[in-house]
């Protein structure tokens, strides 16, 4: 049987009725932009991760431009992000006219390092951006601690995290802002685009209001420059209909994650990192490098709760695109998340040199990770399936 890397149908067939129904409520509400389901879809969200306002957008990345923008980033600043994760984290920055300058990462969580962002922080450096990566959260005590000693301000990428926590607190709630996207593919998939800005600053959060429709208020009164940056009123409707379910794809994706774990580490050549080394990553991952060890899984740090928007594998010694044709040829779904690191995009490369610097970690990462299917509804034979071709793989 196939294995597909994601299969939405599984998760929103079941749910056909239900998104039925509320097609028809705003069908025949006739209320298609505002309204009532994007105020209860906000409120919803915001009682979910326990922030004080909420602000649906058109994307997840439409969420990192209002937040940019309402923190009036623009040329002539600097804004920290990692090399390792989707492009529109610097996409954003750039489009406003601001430099990214691009920090390495840590091998075990795939996180920003916060030592490569200190040494990359100048006079121009305004704002942060940690993104989450597949789910679990980065070093926020460390980053916040940075960020208040330096001025500088924090919008947490929490796409692939909506609902992961960091010692009990949401990502996306700790920093200036936190940004979520219903992507299909997000752990709260919608059905086509949409996303979210959280804050709990009153003066903020009235400013990403205003800058998502046009920068306008009152009506036909324009004090700053926003964009269409709306939501859609029937998105939120059928993210609605998903969001009293989110808990249990949590718990699915999660013992999906300790099945893989528990199963291949009886496999000869899997190691899992050990996150109780956290603070000397790079020793850790170096000598696991130059161990026998074939394959490193992921790990959750104990003060994160991580939800599992990816399920990624280090394969070392060069061996990472066999594993990839292997699983393909078996028909299990796998995917490279990310094969080139944001620093080395072309559209970056007239970037000041400085702010493409020391992303060595990131580079290694590019060529070692590779991600297994995670999803909830993933079958008890279908996850066999998978950890079978990789057992196969490390005994070839
Ligand atoms: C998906 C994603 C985005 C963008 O979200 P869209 O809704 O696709 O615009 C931004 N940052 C990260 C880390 C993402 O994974």
Request: hydrophobic residues 45%; charged residues 20%.
């Given at each position: 049987?196939?294995?597909?890397?994601l299969d939405v149908?599984?998760?929103?067939h079941?749910?056909?009725?239900?998104f039925t129904a509320?097609?028809q409520?705003v069908?025949?509400?006739?209320?298609?932009?505002g309204?009532?389901?994007?105020?209860?879809l906000?409120?919803?969200?915001a009682?979910l991760?326990?922030?004080?306002?909420?602000?649906?957008?058109?994307?997840?990345?439409?969420a990192?431009?209002?937040?940019?923008?309402?923190l009036?980033?623009?040329p002539g600043d600097?804004?920290?992000?990692?090399?390792f994760t989707?492009?529109?984290?610097?996409?954003?920055?750039?489009?406003?006219?601001?430099?990214?300058?691009?920090?390495?990462?840590c091998?075990i969580?795939f996180n920003?390092?916060l030592n490569?962002?200190?040494a990359?922080?100048?006079?121009?450096?305004?704002?942060?951006?940690?993104?989450?990566?597949?789910?679990?959260s980065a070093?926020l005590?460390?980053?916040?601690?940075?960020?208040?000693?330096?001025?500088?301000?924090?919008i947490?990428?929490?796409?692939?995290?909506i609902?992961?926590?960091y010692?009990?607190r949401?990502c996306?709630t700790?920093?200036?802002?936190?940004t979520?996207s219903?992507f299909?593919s997000?752990?709260?998939?919608?059905l086509?685009?949409s996303?979210?800005?959280v804050?709990?600053?009153?003066?903020?959060?009235?400013?990403?209001r205003?800058l998502?429709?046009?920068g306008?208020e009152p009506k036909?009164?324009?004090?700053?420059?926003?964009?269409?940056?709306r939501?859609?009123?029937?998105?939120?409707?059928?993210?609605?209909?998903k969001?009293?379910?989110?808990?249990?794809?949590?718990?699915?994706?999660q013992?999906n994650?300790?099945y893989y774990i528990e199963r291949?580490?009886?496999?000869?050549g899997?190691?899992?990192?050990?996150?109780?080394?956290c603070?000397?990553?790079?020793?850790?991952?170096?000598a696991l490098?130059a161990?026998?060890?074939?394959?490193?899984l992921?790990?959750?740090?104990?003060?994160?709760e991580?939800?599992?928007?990816?399920?990624?594998?280090?394969?070392?010694h060069?061996?990472?695109d066999?594993l990839?044709n292997?699983?393909l040829?078996k028909?299990?779904g796998?995917e490279v998340?990310y094969?080139l690191?944001?620093?080395r995009q072309e559209c970056f490369a007239p970037?000041?040199?400085?702010?493409r610097?020391?992303?060595?970690v990131?580079?290694?990462?590019?060529t070692?990770?590779?991600?297994?299917?995670?999803?909830?509804?993933?079958?008890?034979?279908?996850?066999?399936?998978?950890v079978?071709?990789?057992?196969?793989?490390?005994?070839?």
């Amino acid at each position: 049987m196939p294995v597909p890397l994601l299969d939405v149908n599984a998760q929103n067939h079941p749910l056909e009725a239900e998104f039925t129904a509320a097609f028809q409520r705003v069908f025949r509400s006739g209320i298609f932009i505002g309204g009532p389901e994007i105020t209860a879809l906000e409120d919803e969200i915001a009682k979910l991760v326990g922030a004080k306002h909420a602000i649906g957008v058109s994307s997840g990345t439409d969420a990192i431009l209002v937040a940019l923008m309402a923190l009036d980033i623009g040329p002539g600043d600097e804004v920290l992000c990692p090399a390792f994760t989707f492009f529109a984290t610097a996409g954003c920055v750039s489009r406003l006219g601001a430099t990214p300058v691009f920090v390495d990462v840590c091998p075990i969580c795939f996180n920003i390092d916060l030592n490569d962002a200190a040494a990359k922080i100048t006079s121009r450096t305004k704002a942060i951006i940690p993104v989450h990566l597949f789910g679990q959260s980065a070093d926020l005590d460390g980053l916040m601690q940075l960020a208040g000693q330096h001025g500088l301000r924090v919008i947490e990428d929490a796409a692939q995290a909506i609902g992961a926590t960091y010692r009990e607190r949401a990502c996306g709630t700790i920093g200036d802002f936190g940004t979520y996207s219903f992507f299909p593919s997000k752990n709260l998939g919608g059905l086509g685009d949409s996303g979210l800005v959280v804050t709990n600053d009153d003066t903020l959060a009235a400013k990403s209001r205003a800058l998502r429709n046009h920068g306008m208020e009152p009506k036909y009164y324009h004090s700053m420059i926003g964009g269409n940056f709306r939501i859609d009123a029937l998105q939120s409707a059928l993210l609605r209909v998903k969001l009293p379910h989110y808990a249990g794809y949590t718990k699915g994706r999660q013992a999906n994650a300790a099945y893989y774990i528990e199963r291949l580490l009886q496999v000869p050549g899997i190691v899992q990192a050990d996150p109780a080394h956290c603070k000397c990553a790079a020793a850790q991952s170096a000598a696991l490098t130059a161990s026998d060890a074939r394959l490193v899984l992921p790990v959750a740090y104990p003060h994160n709760e991580h939800i599992w928007n990816q399920f990624t594998l280090r394969v070392l010694h060069g061996q990472r695109d066999v594993l990839k044709n292997h699983l393909l040829s078996k028909g299990i779904g796998c995917e490279v998340y990310y094969p080139l690191t944001l620093d080395r995009q072309e559209c970056f490369a007239p970037l000041p040199a400085a702010s493409r610097q020391g992303c060595e970690v990131a580079h290694q990462l590019s060529t070692e990770v590779l991600s297994i299917p995670i999803f909830a509804e993933l079958s008890e034979s279908q996850r066999d399936e998978v950890v079978t071709g990789i057992a196969e793989f490390l005994q070839a």
